[in-house]
């Protein structure tokens, strides 16, 4: 089912942006041979004669010729593999006398076709992104990185930052986003190295630098039970206190401290503002319905660090003009966020096993399939629709890279004419782009090889 879904969302999304070609191509009077969906062999095709529109089964090389042959009528084909699709035009690679081939328009109409596949793959991007935003709020996320809980943290309370405050850099990386804080991070782990933040205080730049605390733990994960009756259970870590007291999973936690648990969030508010030391905690749960004698156990200090405040996450309902806005902020985010990754990667500070090809991309998409499958159909469409967005939105700023074989590649040689007022050499063009078409498929398989070594 992983696969299934992983091809289903690539294929649409190549799709759109050939349609992108198509649509342009056909406004500027160039003739269109074919636009398929899927690769290899044609099972339907759907041909225009002179006694109308008929459907053509395993349509051939020659058959496609000989219908085409003196009438411009596009052929739609359905291909035997589902994966992408494609658009060819007549004159896209060679040199033709006919006024409705790709070479002989004008280049300002050759870059409109060239720049419509892109576009079309952020138009999808961004149409998507306003109906999850429509359904389901905007992910705060995209939103500057704004403190909205300064935790009970000695080294935090020494830097005077408060509730509000707005995180600009982070050890001298720029912090535009809460996902810029997050992914900072996730990337760089906490240690006992000072932190150096800037951040806006009404208004006026602020500057703090610190160590993190380090965190006393009890190890455990949890949940909310229904209906307001506490928290179960959900893992122990082994050979920390929870495990060690002999609680189990499955165990509901009742009071802490004598403090009413009656839901996750109120646990968590608990640690908040009352962080855990090496002072034991005292608490009362039950196991199978049943009330337990109350335990003490005493936290231990663990190698983790925490920062000492949460940044805004979650989402927020937003109104129709709040939606194009927010929608706009997204794919902003998500663009110059690719855009940055690619400087990253030319200047040496990712490498090819930071990268993620087709086989990593279908399990990152098996694993937002795996972990929303049971949340009904609609959390499962917003979930894989937010996949779609992101693999649009990279796709997009991918297929405009100046290299040769993508549209990129092919817009610099526009450019090149516009400049020098005649075409490179179509003999030439062809050659470079065949030469940076075995390139792309070597570099793809490269990435393919460590998708599989990290699976394996």
Known sequence: MNVIIAVFIFSFIIVVHELGHFLL????????????????????????TSKGRRVVCFLSPHEMEVNQDGNYNTIYSLKLFPIGGSCIMLGEDEGMEDDNAYSNKS????????LAGPFFNFLLAFVLCMVVIGISGYDIGYSPAVINQVLNSPAMKSTGIKQGDLITNMNGTEISAGYDFLNYIQLNPL???????????NGRRGYATYIPDRIYKLGFNYQSVPNNKGVVITLLTNNLPMENAGLLVGDVIHKINGYTIKNEDQLQNYFIENPLTKTEVFITYSRNDKLQKPVRITPVLSKEYELG??????????????????????????????????????????????MTGPVGVVGMIGTVYNANKNDGLLNLFLSLANMTILLSANLCVMNLLPLPALDGGRLVFLLLEVYRKKAVKQEREGLIHFVGLVALFVFMVVVMFNDVRRLI
């Open 25 to 48: 191509a056909k406004k500027n009077g160039i003739f269109v041979k074919e636009f398929s969906i899927g690769m290899g062999p044609r099972i339907i095709s759907l041909v225009r």
């Open 107 to 114: 280049v300002w109409a050759r870059i409109s076709v060239t």
């Open 191 to 201: 240690s006992g190295d000072k932190v150096e933040l800037t951040y806006i205080h």
């Open 309 to 354: 405040f949460n940044i805004n996450t979650g989402r927020q309902k937003a109104d129709s003009l709040e939606i194009i806005k927010s929608s706009a902020v997204q794919i902003k985010y998500m663009v110059t966020s690719t855009v940055k990754s690619v400087s990253q990667l030319i200047q040496g500070k990712l490498g090819l096993h930071d």
